[in-house]
């Protein structure tokens, strides 16, 4: 029973399935493993083990048509005509009553040697068919395992690559089919483009199944592996993370396995892609502009008090964050007396002295009501009154005939540096000397 088992698994086909079943198995096999059409050099083995498992159940099933085809024995029986009496036999005589037998020693009769049977030829070569079946299996299985870890390690290096912006690297694991359509060069500005669009931050590959083949440009054919990847990605528009499946084929070309990226049109992706960047960009410097007028003084062309907030907010949690020096100055012009005309040109001719100073250094500054404060990064307390008070000089100087008798430039500042954080206590504690708070 053993090695009808084994022919049925040989065969690919279930315990007990019909001869049409078996047939149909063994001519499929036929045609996938016969030597003279099949390239796998173990064709022949493998071919020699299906035509014995295929002998057996066809032996089986010839056996069981035979002996349903034969007659069933009957013993014959005896007619009597009608009317006449059906003849008994004659009772036996009676036994003589005789003397038992004297006992007698009971002997065990002698051992007989059994009788060692051996398999015949034919379930040697059906043990041997399946054995080697088994071994072919297992054969098969290990090599599948190790294509599927080689493939797997392939796109994981790709994959390393890419996230820490080593391009040529990642391009020496592209498969020989893409580096023959897409030069280095057209790759790196592809992978630019994206990463513009969409920097990684991780991945992960999720899961891979198996693809015999795969054929590519009318004849071109492939053995390949499908992994499906989990991609996690900056968004340009709102520093946020999205997150989102790929499918990635890796192709076995001559034995070496290679991230197929299946298209030569790179140039067109990488136009789309700054297409889309641009554009995005767009959208950005205006949200971004719509932003700075609503917190920028026309007048003084300087931040309002709304804009002065969110710099002295970010300035001051960069400094938090990541230390270095850093100064908050105040500086108050006054001409003295009521507001008038040489007040508000006065103002202006010290806005526009602040204004152009600070311009080349991208300091931000506030201006309003004769007070403007000023917020100089990675500037520390050695420098920062001389600094100072030569930007007062400057505005004494460019102030000209707005300048009368009575009126008073005055400035304060205080400074930080290594593990002393400012706040906005702190920063309002210099405003606060010239009636003004953030």
């Not at 040989?10 to 198995?25: C, H, I, P, Q």
């Not at 990847?229 to 499918?247: A, C, F, L, P, R």
Request: glycine content about 6%; proline content about 6%; aromatic content about 10%.
């Amino acid at each position: 029973m053993g090695n009808l088992l084994e022919s049925y698994r040989v065969l690919g086909v279930k315990v007990g399935a019909g001869m049409a079943d078996v047939t149909s198995s063994y001519r499929r096999l036929c045609r996938e493993y016969h030597p003279d059409i099949s390239d796998d050099p173990a064709a022949e083995e493998l071919m020699k083990q299906i035509n014995i498992a295929y002998t057996v159940l066809r032996d089986k099933f010839k056996r069981e048509e035979s002996f349903r085809s034969r007659q069933t024995f009957t013993r014959p029986v005896k007619r009597y005509p009608a009317g006449e009496p059906r003849q008994s036999p004659p009772p036996p005589p009676p036994r003589q009553s005789q003397q038992p037998p004297p006992p007698r020693h009971t002997q065990q009769p002698p051992p007989q040697p059994q009788r060692k049977t051996s398999p015949s030829p034919h379930q040697d070569a059906r043990a041997q068919a399946a054995e080697a079946h088994r071994q072919k299996t297992a054969e098969r299985v290990a090599v599948s395992q190790e294509a599927e870890e080689d493939a797997r390690e392939v796109l994981h290096n790709y994959f390393v690559a890419l996230n820490s912006f080593d391009y040529e690297k990642s391009y020496g694991f592209l498969s020989a089919y893409d580096k023959k359509n897409i030069t280095l060069e057209a790759f790196i500005k592809w992978r630019e483009s994206v990463a513009r669009l969409y920097p990684m931050r991780e991945f992960q590959i999720a899961g891979g199944s198996s693809v015999a083949v795969i054929t590519w440009g009318g004849d071109k054919s492939f053995h390949a592996r499908k992994f499906r990847v989990m991609v996690t990605e900056d968004d340009y528009t709102d520093n946020k993370k999205q997150s989102g499946d790929i499918d990635k084929l890796v192709i076995n070309e001559d034995g070496n396995w290679g991230v197929f990226l299946g298209y030569k049109e790179v140039t067109e992706l990488t136009r789309s892609f700054d297409k889309r960047f641009e554009s995005k960009r767009k959208s950005e410097v205006e949200k971004r502009w719509e932003e700075y007028k609503a917190g920028f003084h026309p007048e003084f062309d300087m931040l309002n008090l709304d804009g002065m907030k969110k710099q002295i907010s970010r300035e001051l949690y960069r400094q938090r964050r990541y230390g270095g020096s850093m100064t908050f100055a105040a500086v108050s012009v006054k001409s003295g007396g009521e507001k008038n005309t040489g007040q508000a040109e006065l103002l202006r001719s010290a806005a526009k002295t602040i204004s152009d100073a600070l311009r080349e250094i991208d300091v931000p500054a506030y201006a309003g009501d004769g007070i403007f404060a000023i917020m100089y990064v990675e500037l520390g307390k050695r420098s920062a009154d001389a600094i100072i008070s030569r930007l007062v000089e400057t505005i004494r100087k460019n102030a000209g005939p707005q300048l009368g008798t009575t009126a008073e430039i005055e400035y304060e500042y205080g400074s930080w540096s290594g593990q002393v954080y400012a706040d906005t206590d702190t920063l309002n504690g210099i405003l606060i000397k010239f009636g003004k708070k953030i």
